[in-house]
């Protein structure tokens, strides 16, 4: 430190903007140091380890010399001289290419002042400093993506093209003038984005309460749009109901995928595709809605809700977060005087017939099945459906016991739906389908579907999931119509008759519940022996009854997982492990 100078010039080691306050302040044994920024927290941690060292031990002393000798003498520091003509920007990206690692934003600030010799300073200090104190590292590489997808019409492949494709943009930027009035409207855009990450700071109750709802959602796809939707608000465009009338299409989009099945896939690609349909119009919820559902049938029509909320696993749907986010908006349409506080409530999702069956809810089941099905089958396929789910916070409580015993406990709720559930006199497949049957009208209404007058083949997604979800069973494994037609959403004869009469991926390792070989043969394979040998040589194990090993066997829970990227066992099992069926 040169006590002689003045101002910044006083230290020999000055950080960037962003930490020099702190920094300073440390330095000069200012009592407001160690905030609550990188530099604080930094100098807090080390103080405090330092602390720990303070004992009646001698060799307290010892730590401290030893501390002192490696700061001083091991810590080493490297000085770049830069000469007057030199950018130093420049030299810093150079840097890069010998290992240091920088995010996407780091690399953009760089390329942007080192185009910005004359104003950079002002620059910084006026636009690109606040926009960097608004977010977090990865907010802000989000943002300069938005940018590159609202005013370039760009789609980045991945996330760490986004440097090299604003570059290019900012290329062709010849003036420190022109470059200005891009940083200006990207910091324009970043005021906009805060709101979106923080719907409470939203002044307008109505678009607050609607972004409020996306921001539960969790779905960085909605991104793009929401953003899109925002700046034409902000140009007077659009009003606040039309702003939250689109936010809510584009909820609902989102909601009903995940209701059928359909899965994030192609989400991306699709909502982005949204954004730069909106170039050419005022963004509306009509305009939204028609755009939606001309993309090939991926916005779900009310009768494929309906069917997915009677006989989908809605349990092993999407994130945990945003199942919980369906049930409590299903909670709020139900209407009550009494308002429930949720975010306090420590709410989950609870089974009414619970996932393990017990003697008592399996003699319920009995009075239930069809002469060809079995209690298990019948408890498979209701169980993870959602009129068997509701928000509890007696989660431990309700557990396996009987109905009756869970019965007196809802009737204590705070919860419309509990309410309703408790004045059942018995919970079997009929109590469920007719509660399925409620929420699925309910569910329509909160979230509308796709416009009626565009003709979309329904065939077409349900077809698609399938293929889907058959090209996700691994090699070696093995498994059964049910849980095809239980993932997919799709009825079991459904299932069997595409197997039969079209080309499908995977379509050998469907067999029957027992292991066995269907006497109907999937597309390309000529007979049972043909089908047991393609199986037999990518590792599934069959015992001398002709019957694949269950260990070998893939079910809905480990299929769904492996279909939503959730990390599971798909090894064939080792020899010592067989238990046919």
């Known amino acids: 430190m040169n006590e002689f100078a003045d101002h910044v010039e006083r230290y020999t080691l000055v950080p960037t903007q962003l930490d020099r306050d702190s920094w300073i302040k440390l330095v000069e044994r200012d009592p407001a140091a160690g905030g609550e920024d990188g530099i604080g927290n930094a100098y807090r941690f080390f103080k405090g380890q330092l602390e720990e060292l303070i004992d009646d031990d001698s060799n307290s002393r010892d730590w401290y010399q030893s501390i002192e000798k490696v700061a001083v003498g091991k810590l080493s520091f490297v000085e770049i001289s830069a000469q007057p003509g030199d950018n130093v920007y420049r030299i810093f990206e150079s840097l890069n290419n010998t290992g240091l690692k920088l995010t996407q934003a780091d690399l953009l600030r760089n390329y942007l002042f080192m185009r910005l010799p004359i104003a950079g300073e002002r620059i910084y200090g006026r636009y690109w400093l606040p926009m960097q104190k608004l977010f977090d590292e990865q907010q802000l590489v989000d943002l300069i993506w938005l940018d590159l997808v609202i005013k370039r019409g760009g789609r980045p492949t991945n996330q760490h093209s986004i440097y090299r494709d604003q570059q290019r943009h900012l290329s062709g930027l010849e003036s420190e003038s022109e470059i200005e009035e891009w940083v200006s409207e990207l910091y324009r855009m970043a005021l906009v984005f805060r709101r979106i990450l923080h719907p409470d700071e939203e002044n307008n109750t109505t678009i607050g309460k609607a972004l409020d709802r996306l921001h539960r959602w969790k779905a960085k796809v909605v991104y793009p749009v929401a953003l899109k939707v925002m700046l034409a608000y902000e140009d007077r465009l659009v009003d606040p109901d039309g702003v939250a009338d689109i936010l809510r299409v584009v909820e609902s989009y989102m909601v009903r995928q995940m209701l059928i099945g359909m899965g994030r896939a192609g989400n991306n690609v699709m909502l982005i595709d949204l954004v730069r349909s909106l170039d050419d119009e005022v963004p509306s919820a009509q305009s939204v809605t028609r755009t939606l559902t001309h993309q090939r049938g991926r916005f779900p029509t009310d009768e494929m809700v309906r069917e997915a909320i009677l006989e989908h696993p809605f349990y092993w749907r999407g994130k945990p977060y945003q199942k919980e986010f369906v049930l409590r908006c299903l909670e709020e349409g139900i209407g009550r005087n009494e308002k429930i506080d949720f975010d306090s409530s420590n709410l989950s999702i609870e089974h009414i017939l619970p996932q393990s069956l017990t003697p008592d809810w399996k003699t319920d089941l009995e009075h239930d099945i069809n002469p060809e099905g079995t209690v298990e089958e019948l408890h498979e396929t209701i169980v993870h459906t959602l009129g068997?789910?509701?928000?509890?916070?007696?989660?431990?409580?309700?557990?396996?016991?009987?109905?009756?015993?869970?019965?007196?406990?809802?009737?204590?709720?705070?919860?419309?739906?509990?309410?309703?559930?408790?004045?059942?006199?018995?919970?079997?497949?009929?109590?469920?389908?007719?509660?399925?049957?409620?929420?699925?009208?309910?569910?329509?209404?909160?979230?509308?579907?796709?416009?009626?007058?565009?003709?979309?083949?329904?065939?077409?997604?349900?077809?698609?999931?399938?293929?889907?979800?058959?090209?996700?069973?691994?090699?070696?494994?093995?498994?059964?119509?049910?849980?095809?037609?239980?993932?997919?959403?799709?009825?079991?004869?459904?299932?069997?008759?595409?197997?039969?009469?079209?080309?499908?991926?995977?379509?050998?390792?469907?067999?029957?519940?027992?292991?066995?070989?269907?006497?109907?043969?999937?597309?390309?394979?000529?007979?049972?022996?043909?089908?047991?040998?393609?199986?037999?040589?990518?590792?599934?194990?069959?015992?001398?009854?002709?019957?694949?090993?269950?260990?070998?066997?893939?079910?809905?829970?480990?299929?769904?997982?492996?279909?939503?990227?959730?990390?599971?066992?798909?090894?064939?099992?080792?020899?010592?492990?067989?238990?046919?069926?």
Not at 421 to 450: F, Q, S, V, Y
Not at 451 to 464: F, Y
Not at 497 to 523: Q, Y
Not at 553 to 558: A, K, L, N, R, S
Request: proline share 6%; net charge positive.
């Open 388 to 581: 068997n789910l509701t928000l509890s916070a007696y989660n431990g409580s309700l557990s396996n016991k009987p109905f009756a015993a869970k019965k007196h406990i809802l009737a204590g709720s705070g919860l419309a739906m509990n309410l309703r559930i408790a004045k059942e006199d018995r919970w079997g497949a009929a109590e469920i389908k007719k509660r399925g049957e409620e929420l699925a009208d309910l569910a329509i209404t909160i979230w509308p579907g796709p416009d009626d007058t565009v003709k979309v083949d329904p065939v077409s997604p349900k077809l698609a999931l399938a293929r889907k979800v058959l090209s996700e069973i691994p090699s070696g494994r093995w498994t059964n119509y049910l849980v095809i037609a239980q993932v997919a959403g799709i009825h079991r004869r459904t299932v069997s008759k595409w197997i039969e009469e079209l080309s499908l991926p995977n379509s050998h390792r469907v067999l029957k519940s027992d292991g066995s070989i269907p006497a109907k043969l999937p597309t390309g394979v000529t007979d049972s022996g043909e089908q047991l040998q393609i199986l037999r040589s990518e590792g599934v194990i069959f015992g001398g009854n002709g019957r694949a090993s269950k260990k070998c066997h893939i079910g809905m829970v480990d299929l769904l997982k492996i279909i939503e990227g959730v990390e599971g066992d798909d090894s064939p099992p080792s020899q010592g492990e067989l238990d046919f069926a």
